[in-house]
Each structure stands twice: as structure tokens, then as C-alpha cells.
């Protein structure tokens, strides 16, 4: 089985909208109430890739998880903060796709000068805040009734999560394209990958 992880294209987008459709449509993961088109994630992909990474992991051409940064907030004081979704397809599940994506993703993240990464999950959801919490989330806060969707209001967890060290007077964060050729970014993926292969062959 071949299994990379690469930086997302706009010929993703297809993809990447079929495998978040159910988090909108069938869950309360995503508080979205109507599921993106591929236009509409070409369009996200497009906004954000310039200063944040969107990656994929495709097994034997098929694209079966994705994992993105977006702004923090707005303003430019949180420009330092991001914030970190991964969504991986239901027939790859449990294989590590998401813990590998979230690992290169920080290590990008880190690469490019952000400091700290922040992850919103809807509770109750055991899986995800396992996974977070074993890759170095801890819990900040919880949003009590924040949002409602299939009939019932919603709390959210936020957890964060250090990428670099703070600092005082830090330079702004990097664009994608000033590190994306550096080696260690080809490193930290290749080690993804391994481990990656290494959990498809005991499963």
C-alpha cells in the first residue's frame, strides 16, 4: 500500500468536501448547518493557503484524511495562534491517519513561527478528545450551549496545544511557500509516513 502525505491541491477540493460532508450533514462535529461544495473548499483552500498549511494523506491515489490550520482570530495580535481541524474518511478510521496529519501539520506550524495551536471539539466526542490530548491538547475552557444543531444546544471543549517556545517582540509567521522546500518539513512528513505504513501492516 502506498501511503503519502503531501500539501493539498485545488484538485483536492472534490475530496476534501466528500470526506467532511458527514461532520456537517450526519454529526455535530462541524457546526456548519449546510455541506461546502467543491467549489466552496476550493474557494477556503484558496483564502488560507497562502499563511496556512492544508495537507492530505492519500492511500494508493485516494485521498482518506486532510488536516488544515486557519487563523485564530482576526485581529493581529492572535496572528501567532492558529486553529487545527483534521477530518479523515469513516473507512479509515483508527489507522493513524489523523494522528500522522496533525504531527506534520505541527511541525509546519512551528517551521513557520506559530507558537500555539487551538482545536474546538463538540461534545460529547470521547475519540477526538482522546487524540488530542495524547498528541499534547490540554482543555482551556468549555463554550456551555454555544451552538445548536440537530436538536439540542452544544458545548464545545477548546483545547491548545504549544507549537514553539513564546517569545518577546517574535517575527511574524512565515508564508507557506518560505519553508515549504526546507528538508526538515520533507523529514517530519517522511516520518509520518513510516509510522503511517507501520500501522497499516499490524492492522
Given at each position: ?9 485545488e484538485?483536492?477540493a ?7 460532508a458527514?461532520?456537517?450533514?450526519e454529526?455535530?462535529?462541524s ?9 466552496d473548499?476550493a474557494r ?8 496556512y ?7 494508493d491515489g ?12 482576526e ?6 495562534s ?6 479523515v474518511?469513516d ?8 494522528r500522522?496529519?496533525?504531527?506534520a501539520?505541527?511541525?509546519i506550524?512551528?517551521?513557520?513561527g506559530?507558537r ?5 471539539i ?5 475519540a477526538s ?6 498528541l ?5 475552557g468549555?463554550?456551555r ?8 444546544w452544544?458545548?464545545?471543549?477548546w ?6 517556545p513564546?517569545v518577546?517582540d517574535?517575527?511574524?509567521p512565515?508564508?507557506?511557500?518560505a ?8 523529514r517530519?512528513i517522511?516520518?509520518c509516513?513510516?509510522?503511517?505504513r507501520?500501522a497499516?501492516?499490524?492492522s
Open positions: 500500500m502506498s501511503t503519502v502525505i503531501r500539501f493539498a491541491a484538485s483536492d472534490a475530496a476534501l468536501a466528500e470526506i467532511y458527514p461532520a456537517v450533514t454529526r455535530t462535529t457546526f456548519e448547518l449546510v455541506a461546502p461544495t467543491a467549489a473548499m477556503r483552500m484558496s483564502a488560507l493557503r497562502e499563511r498549511p492544508w495537507l492530505v494523506c492519500e492511500s485516494r485521498v482518506i484524511g486532510y488536516a488544515y490550520a486557519s487563523p485564530h482570530r485581529r493581529l495580535a492572535y496572528q501567532w492558529v486553529d487545527v481541524s483534521a477530518y474518511r473507512d479509515a478510521q483508527r489507522r493513524g491517519v489523523g500522522a496529519l496533525y504531527t501539520l505541527f511541525a506550524l512551528a517551521m513557520q506559530y500555539t495551536a487551538y482545536a474546538g463538540t461534545l460529547p466526542n470521547a478528545e482522546g487524540m488530542h490530548r495524547a499534547g491538547f490540554e482543555p482551556v468549555i463554550y450551549g454555544v451552538g445548536y444543531k440537530m436538536g439540542a452544544r458545548d464545545v471543549v483545547l491548545a496545544r504549544s507549537l514553539a513564546r518577546d517574535p517575527p511574524a512565515l508564508p507557506i511557500e519553508v515549504a522546500g526546507d528538508d526538515a518539513i520533507a517530519a517522511a516520518e509516513e513510516t509510522l503511517l507501520r497499516a501492516a499490524q
